[in-house]
C-alpha cells in the first residue's frame, strides 16, 4: 500500500496539474497543523505570537507595514495562506498583506488585554503574518505583537524573521520593493525544499518503521479530562500560567533529562502508571536544501510512562533510536499505532519545546532594542505545554488550559517539574 506521504503527493498532483506554483505542497508537520485545525469546532488555528515593548513614540506604524510587506515579499512562506482543497491540505500563495493593527484599549482593559483580544480576533482566512500595536500609557511603551499562523513557520524560523524584520526596518523608505526576479527564486527555493522534506518523509515510511513506532507507542492512552469551560472561574483568563528561572549545571539539562522531568509533571497531572503522550518538535532539513522560512520541524511522540519508569540512561537510549525515525510524519506515524490495535487517536497530553538563549536575538528597530515580554491568559493548544530555554540559566515556563486542568494541580506539577531540573547535591559536588 503506497505510504501516506505518497497519497497526498499523488492527490496534491491530481489537484493542481498546471498551477503548482499557486498550490504548493505542504511538509508533514504541516498536514498535522492543518488537521488540528479542521477538528477544531472553531477552526482555530494555532497562531504563534512573539511580544516586544518598545519606549513611546520608537515605532513608526507605516515603517513597520512596509518592513513587514517586504519581508513577506521575500518568503513564499509568510505570504501563502494554509487551505484545503477538495480535501487536499495546500499553501495558496498570495501577495504580500501585512498590516499593522493599533487597538484602541476600552475603559478598564489593560495592554495585556488589549492584545489577547486582537489574537483572538484572529481570522483564518487572513494573511499567515500580522502585526498589533497597543499602548501601554502607564509605562510609557508600545507593545508590539508580531504573530504567525504556525502552520507557515516553526520554531526555528522565528529568530530569523525577528532579524529580517529589523534589517528591513532600517532599509530607506526610497528604496524600491522587493524585485518580480527576487520574489520566484525564493518561491522556486521555497518549493524545491518542502518537496526535499517530503521526499524525505516519502522514503523514512518504512515497514520497519512503522511496527517501531507501533511497538513503541503501543501502550499510549490520553488521560487529559475533556475541556469544561465551567471549570474555569468567572472572570479568569482561558489558561494559567507558571514560570521560574534555575541555575544552569554542566552545560545545561540534556534532551532526556528534559523528558524525564515532564514525566513527572505528567504524573501529577494524570496519575502514575500511565502512559502519556508528550509531544516536541524536531527535525533537520533534508541536505541541499535552501535555508528557506517554513514548518519543517516533525513532531514527535514520547511514551511518558509516569510509574516508576526507567532510569535516565534507558530514557536517553530509547530516545536515541526514536531520532533515527524522526523523518516518519505524525500522521503516518498515528496510523501505524492505529493499525496495530491501539486506539490511540493522536491526541497529545502534553507539549514540550526547547530552545538556546544565543538564539532568539532581541527585535531592533531603528537602533532600538525591544524587550521581549509575555502575555499570558490566551487560548492553548493541548492540556499543557512546557518552554525551556537554556543559556546562563535555565528559565522554564508552562501554560495549561483551565478547561482542562485546574490550577491546583497544574501548580503541583509545574513544582515536580522545576524539581527534577535542579541539579541534585550528588551532581553539584
Known amino acids: ?24 505542497p505542504v511538509t508533514g508537520a504541516q498536514r498535522r497543523f492543518l488537521l488540528v485545525r479542521s477538528l477544531d469546532p472553531s477552526g482555530r488555528p494555532d497562531v504563534v505570537p512573539m511580544f516586544f515593548a518598545f519606549p513611546s513614540g520608537t515605532i513608526d506604524p507605516e515603517r513597520l507595514r512596509a518592513a513587514a510587506s517586504r519581508l513577506a515579499a521575500r518568503h513564499t512562506a ?18 504580500p498583506d501585512v498590516g499593522v493593527a493599533r487597538s484602541a484599549l476600552v475603559p478598564g482593559e489593560s495592554p495585556a488585554d488589549g492584545l489577547r483580544r486582537a489574537l483572538a480576533s484572529w481570522d483564518a482566512q487572513g494573511p499567515p503574518l500580522r502585526l498589533f500595536l497597543v499602548h501601554d500609557e502607564e509605562r510609557a511603551e508600545d507593545i508590539l505583537a508580531v504573530a504567525l499562523d504556525h502552520a507557515v513557520c ?26 518580480p526576479g527576487e520574489t520566484e527564486a525564493e518561491l522556486a527555493a521555497y518549493q524545491d525544499a518542502v518537496l526535499r522534506q517530503l521526499a524525505a518523509e516519502e522514503r523514512a515510511e518504512t515497514p ?5 513506532w507501533a511497538d513503541r507507542l503501543r501502550a499510549l492512552q490520553a488521560h487529559a479530562p475533556a475541556p469544561r469551560p465551567a471549570r474555569v472561574p468567572e472572570g479568569t483568563w482561558p489558561s494559567g500560567a507558571a514560570q521560574a528561572r534555575l541555575p544552569a549545571h554542566d552545560g545545561g539539562v540534556s534532551f532526556p533529562g528534559l523528558l524525564d522531568a515532564c514525566r513527572s509533571a505528567a504524573r501529577e ?18 541536505t541541499g536544501t535552501a535555508p528557506v522560512i517554513g514548518c519543517f520541524l516533525n513532531t514527535l511522540v514520547f511514551p511518558a510512562y509516569t510509574g516508576d519508569g526507567p532510569g535516565p540512561e534507558v530514557t536517553a537510549d530509547a530516545w536515541w533510536d526514536d531520532l533515527d525515525r524522526a523523518d516518519v510524519p505524525f500522521d503516518a506515524v498515528v496510523a501505524a499505532v ?46 499543557f505545554a512546557v518552554s525551556v530555554t537554556q ?39
Do not use: K, N
Open 1 to 24: 500500500m503506497p505510504s501516506i506521504t505518497s497519497q497526498y503527493l499523488a492527490r496534491h498532483r491530481r489537484l493542481t496539474g498546471d498551477r503548482s506554483d499557486i498550490l504548493l
Open 78 to 95: 509568510l505570504r501563502s495562506r494554509p487551505a484545503v482543497v477538495r480535501g487536499t491540505p495546500v499553501l495558496r500563495v498570495a501577495d
Open 154 to 179: 516553526d520554531g526555528r524560523s522565528l529568530a530569523r524573521i525577528v532579524d529580517e524584520l529589523g534589517a528591513a526596518y532600517g532599509e530607506e523608505a526610497t528604496e524600491p520593493p522587493v524585485e
Open 208 to 212: 520497519e518503521a512503522a511496527a517501531y
Open 269 to 286: 497531572l494524570y496519575g502514575p502508571g500511565r502512559a502519556v503522550p508528550l509531544g516536541y518538535p524536531w527535525g533537520g532539513r533534508p
Open 338 to 383: 492505529r493499525a496495530a490495535g491501539s486506539s490511540w487517536t493522536g491526541g497529545l497530553d502534553g507539549l514540550l519545546t526547547v530552545d538556546d538563549d544565543s538564539r532568539r536575538p532581541p527585535l531592533v528597530l531603528a537602533g532600538v532594542e525591544g524587550r521581549e515580554v509575555h502575555v499570558d491568559g490566551r487560548p492553548v493548544r493541548g492540556p
Open 391 to 429: 543559556g546562563a540559566e535555565i528559565r522554564v515556563r508552562m501554560v495549561w488550559d483551565r478547561a482542562v486542568l485546574d490550577d491546583e494541580t497544574a501548580h503541583r506539577a509545574f513544582d515536580a517539574l522545576t524539581h527534577a531540573l535542579r541539579p541534585s547535591e550528588h551532581t553539584m559536588r
